[in-house]
């Protein structure tokens, strides 16, 4: 990070995200969700998924492809089972508002399948999880990406997946509940923007060039000439897109991306979730005695050469957020830079927001 960027405080970033967004034309209450979900991201260290995603969000309105203050339209409603399309509604917003009907359907009946779809981006697949974890409920999420690929296949030369997230959140231990949430990406996309933003190399394995050749510029997962981004794991992970893509996109009723990209700045997401509530399942105390007695098991493996200590799922995304409620969030220059564009873009005055942001 250089000298030039700065550290801002999560409140008053929120307070600066609100009046931006507010910009675009959106309810009080769904600037405060949009918000509170993008720094939330940055908090929890996920910054590809934090404000950074502002400009696009902008571009994406001016176009037409997000539109402000819309309620998920049911499609289909079976008691234990929603579909729901998302009308290019904020994914902040709109998941809030899915989520919490699936969590309502689940105590109902015990579980909820959920499709969402035709949303612009939800964000951090985590946050939602979150939300299910708040309930008591067990939540698993299949996400597919609904814009330019930027993830090869393991075996291909050239971009065939979004970097389709998948998450699973269980409710226990209370105090340190396990979430998984990944990218199949070996990184995710908005991470090689912050690395391109601030002049750094990607570790190698992650990126193939325009020729299907590796390397560890981030531009080819930024700007065209595109390369594309490799899957996790190898074929493991690349699998694991395939099958988030056909869950989340076309289970979902979104359908799945086999097209050529015309330049659109949206970013819409398909979600299959699914919801258990261990409670009604009968299992929520041996559950919670098996989850705190298996992770403490797993904690006691002593750390590997260079590790301080073992974490779950979860554990990163705690620490930090910990120390970067004290600490401050950090923004690239670049990042911030294109922020204040956006907020031109929208008419209002980009000190304000600046001056905002770095409010005490």
Not at 29 to 41: D, I, K, P, S
Request: aromatic share 4%.
């Amino acid at each position: 990070m250089s000298l030039a960027d700065p550290v801002f405080q999560s409140p008053a970033l929120t307070r600066a995200i609100e009046t931006l967004v507010a910009a675009g034309g959106s309810s009080p209450h769904e600037c405060t969700l949009v918000a509170r979900n993008l720094v939330g991201a940055n908090l929890a260290g996920h910054d590809s998924h934090g404000i950074g995603m502002i400009p696009r969000y902008v571009d994406s309105l001016l176009e037409g492809g997000l539109r402000v203050d819309r309620d998920p339209l049911v499609r289909l409603d079976c008691g234990a089972m929603l579909v729901l399309d998302g009308d290019s509604g904020y994914g902040q917003s709109v998941g809030q508002k899915a989520m919490q009907m699936a969590i309502e359907r689940a105590r109902m009946n015990g579980s909820c399948i959920l499709g969402l779809h035709n949303t612009h981006h939800i964000g951090r697949i985590g946050h939602w999880a979150e939300q299910a974890i708040a309930a008591g409920m067990v939540s698993i999420h299949f996400v597919n990406v609904m814009t330019r690929p930027i993830v090869a296949p393991w075996g291909g030369r050239d971009a065939r997946f979004g970097t389709n997230p998948f998450c699973v959140g269980i409710p226990f231990p209370a105090d340190a509940p396990v979430i998984l949430d990944m990218a199949t990406s070996g990184v995710a996309q908005g991470k090689a923007r912050v690395a391109y933003n601030k002049g750094n190399a990607m570790d190698p394995g992650l990126i193939i060039d325009t020729d299907g050749n590796p390397t560890t510029d981030p531009r080819y997962a930024v700007v065209p000439p595109y390369g594309a981004l490799m899957p996790v794991g190898e074929h493991k992970g690349s699998g694991i897109a395939l099958v988030c893509e056909l869950l989340g996109g076309a289970l979902s009723g979104g359908g799945t991306w086999h097209r050529p990209h015309t330049g659109e700045k949206k970013v819409h997401n398909g979600m299959l979730a699914i919801l258990i509530d261990p409670e009604a399942m009968g299992t929520a105390d041996l559950l919670r005695e098996e989850a705190m007695s298996f992770i403490e098991w797993v904690r006691q493996s002593p750390p590997a050469a260079g590790v301080d200590h073992l974490r779950i799922a979860g554990d990163p995304e705690r620490e930090t957020r910990k120390r970067r409620l004290i600490e401050g969030i950090p923004v690239d220059a670049t990042t911030w830079g294109d922020i204040l564009n956006a907020a031109a873009k929208l008419k209002l005055d980009p000190a304000l927001i600046d001056r905002t942001a770095r409010s005490i």
